[in-house]
Nanobody, 123 residues
Framework: QVQLVESGGGLVQAGGSLRLSCAAS????????MAWFRQAPGKEREFVTA????????VYADSVEGRFTISRDNAKNTMYLQMHNLKPEDTAVYYC????????????????WGQGTQVTVSS
């Protein structure tokens, strides 16, 4: 199994940028397809973006396409989410997840989850 720890969240003004990190330990990081999900207050957790084991392919939710970039460094056992042009509606707890199905967009396809990091975007 793998343990995941997110970091990099915080408070930012609309239009600003943040970079989230997800550090993995345990089983070989490169074995897992990875993803970011988020949960806003009072809403269900939703898919944000996913990346394949090698990092060669990605998929994004329409709401973040063109503003967010997912990447991973298998040598550092870390995944990243670079977020630009942040909007108040991006405010949420962001979770990283690991699974064995590449580019899956549903929670049930991921076996391991981090504890989440809060991102707050002020208007």
């Amino acid at each position: 199994q793998v343990q995941l720890v997110e970091s990099g969240g915080g408070l930012v003004q609309a239009g600003g940028s943040l970079r989230l990190s997800c550090a993995a330990s345990g089983r070989t990081f490169s074995y897992y397809a990875m993803a970011w999900f988020r949960q806003a207050p009072g809403k269900e957790r939703e898919f944000v973006t996913a990346i394949t084991r090698s990092g060669g392919n990605t998929v994004y939710a329409d709401s973040v396409e063109g503003r967010f970039t997912i990447s991973r460094d298998n040598a550092k056992n870390t995944m990243y989410l670079q977020m630009h042009n942040l909007k108040p509606e991006d405010t949420a707890v962001y979770y990283c997840a690991a699974g064995t199905i590449s580019l899956a967009t549903t929670e049930s396809n991921y076996d391991y989850w981090g504890q989440g990091t809060q991102v707050t975007v002020s208007s």
